[in-house]
């Protein structure tokens, strides 16, 4: 079983900035693709961004510039850098990975997110 936490979230006023970490734990082939979501109140759970295993990213339209994914490997951790942040940020945030368990068994896995709330 593997298992994803996240840290990080918290309040921040617009403009600043917030580094969300996750960490990976369990029974750990591989990890694949990790990527961050988000779902804020009354909204639909929404794609922030995406790395895949080979490092090739892509963001969702309204945070492209300002938010930054990478991930460490060899630590099985992930991390968003939020820059610019703006109230219509404002959102729990998810952590997902798919991740082989074993040689050719692939499972997705959910964190059980972090709020970040940026409010003056």
């Known amino acids: 079983q593997v298992k994803l936490v996240e840290s990080g979230g918290g309040l921040v006023q617009p403009g600043g900035s917030l580094r969300l970490s996750c960490a990976a734990s369990?029974?750990?082939?591989?990890?694949?693709?990790m990527g961050w979501y988000r779902q804020a109140p009354g909204k639909e759970r929404e794609l922030v961004a995406h790395m895949n295993n080979l490092g090739s990213t892509k963001y969702g339209d309204s945070v492209k510039g300002r938010f930054t994914i990478s991930r460490d490997n060899a630590k099985n951790m992930g991390y968003l850098q939020m820059n610019s942040l703006k109230p219509e940020d404002t959102a729990v945030y998810y952590c997902?990975?798919?991740?082989?368990?074993?040689?050719?068994?692939?499972?997705?896995?959910w964190g059980q997110g972090t709020q970040v709330t940026v409010s003056s």
């Open positions: 369990g029974s750990i082939f591989r990890l694949d693709g």
């Open positions: 997902h990975t798919d991740v082989f368990v074993s040689r050719y068994s692939l499972a997705s896995v």
